[in-house]
């Protein structure tokens, strides 16, 4: 049966899709004239308009047709206003039915609500008192998800088997290594086990770069949990195979960074943009990065450290690990620990079959006392905008260094010296202190005094 042209609201198309003949008539006239229908009469279009029948609706882009609804006069009010007490009361209806159901479908983060975040949290308000939230996927049940959306094929399982294996052992060594007792071993295997089954479901992407991204990333407004992920990695690995460096797997730190696209889309997700481009130049990947230097000398002490760059891996990682922040434990959803990530989380996301915690450990050492914008405050390190102490000490030597060449050795340096050296000489009336020339008769045969 053709639709007919009068259908102009919410509840005029869904008593179309239920029964164009018998549930429609039911809110034809409310559909004509744009109000929405009361309960009572829901009630009987889920009942009398389905003939008895179970009824399921499906409500997609819910904040889209409110949004646009808004433009759409009715009398006193808007199209808006009524859709929202329509879907109120149908929620209500359908809760207290027991053959039909509703799912409705809300966007997860502020960017993908249009910018109206107010309108997003009154329609989750308007049906939270009988609906049941759901998430399409949860916890590593988006693993496997990943892999058939992102690889084109199937993979073989005797190379993922070999891979978390090596990962396994790798981790489990170093978290032994640090055990104190017998459950803190058996504690360090059993995390080892879990590392390995969660690398086979991840690959080729390592646990840890999921969980950044859904653990910590979520908490920031502006990025998009689904979509924002499958873009991000869609890119990396577009960028690993163009330009190459793709390792076992794709880890924290090893995100190219030096790909400009995927710096730009990375803190465009993160809603930061060009804000941390000085942090990367001066820490991570510019020219006379700090992570960079780090790693040119430890290949010339070590070639086979050439080609991992483990300081550019670890500062890699730590910027990752840098925006949103892990729900605390025991506290409403909304109460998040700081940025950051502490150095067992970070070596466990680091360290593989080639780069070792000892290396990995010393590497974080030398970058927390170079870098100019890694902070870290006695658990956590954390890139941020605002420079640490080493780039104020070094911008402080700089400014002297400029004022002293300027002032052809009579800069404050030098002044600074003399003052010190004055107050220290105090009384001693024959002493010369810092000569305006070095040759000549010597003052001290003269005057028996100390040349300075």
Not at 199 to 218: G, V
Not at 369 to 390: A, M, Q, S
Request: net charge negative; charged share 25%; hydrophobic share 40%.
């Amino acid at each position: 049966m053709p639709v007919p042209q009068q259908i102009q609201t919410m509840w005029g198309w869904i008593a179309w899709q239920i029964d164009p003949e018998k549930a429609f008539p039911i809110v034809a006239d409310h559909d004509k004239d744009r109000v929405a229908p009361g309960g009572d009469v829901i009630r009987d279009l889920l009942m009398k308009g389905s003939d008895g029948r179970p009824v399921l609706i499906l409500l997609d882009e819910v904040l889209k047709y409110m949004e646009r609804s808004a433009a759409v006069s009715v009398l006193d009010s808007t199209l808006q206003r009524q859709a929202k007490d329509f879907f109120q009361n149908l929620t209500v209806e359908v809760a207290n039915s027991t053959k039909d159901a509703m799912v409705y479908a809300l966007t997860w983060s502020s960017k993908e609500a249009l910018g109206n975040v107010a309108l997003l949290a009154e329609i989750d308000h308007l049906a939270s008192r009988v609906d049941q939230l759901r998430e399409p996927v949860s916890g590593d049940e988006v693993l496997p998800i990943l892999q058939r959306r992102l690889l084109g094929s199937a993979l073989d399982h005797l190379v993922t088997t070999n891979v978390a294996t090596a990962y396994q052992e790798v981790v489990t060594g170093m978290q032994r290594a640090y055990a104190e007792s017998p459950s803190e071993r058996q504690q360090a295997e059993e995390e080892g086990r879990l590392l390995r089954d969660r690398i086979r479901t991840a690959y080729p992407f390592h646990p840890a770069l999921i969980d950044i991204m859904r653990e910590r990333w979520s908490a920031v407004d502006t990025f998009q949990r689904t979509r924002g992920a499958l873009r991000f990695l869609a890119s990396c690995m577009h960028s690993l195979k163009k330009n190459g460096g793709a390792k076992a797997l794709l880890g924290p730190g090893d995100v190219p960074l030096k790909d400009v696209d995927i710096r730009v889309k990375m803190l465009k997700e993160l809603g930061v943009q060009n804000d941390y481009d000085p942090v990367i130049t001066a820490d991570i990947d510019g020219p006379n990065a700090r992570a960079k230097r780090i790693d040119e000398r430890m290949a010339r002490e070590t070639p086979a450290l050439a080609s991992i760059r483990p300081a550019t891996r670890i500062a890699t990682a730590i910027l990752l690990y840098s925006f949103g922040g892990l729900r605390r434990e025991g506290s409403g959803n909304d109460e998040t620990l700081p940025p950051g990530v502490t150095e067992n989380e970070l070596l466990a996301a680091c360290v593989g079959p080639d780069l070792d915690n000892i290396t990995a450990t010393a590497v974080l050492s030398e970058l927390r006392n170079t870098c100019l914008y890694l902070h870290y405050d006695g658990v956590r390190y954390c890139f941020k905008k605002d420079p640490n102490v080493t780039k104020l000490i070094e911008d402080a030597e700089q400014t002297i260094a400029r004022e002293d060449s300027h002032a052809r050795g009579h800069g404050p340096v030098r002044s600074m010296i003399k003052e010190m050296l004055d107050a220290r000489l105090a009384g001693h009336h024959t002493t010369i202190v810092w000569p305006a020339k070095s040759q000549g008769e010597n003052p001290y045969r003269r005057n028996c005094g100390q040349w300075f």
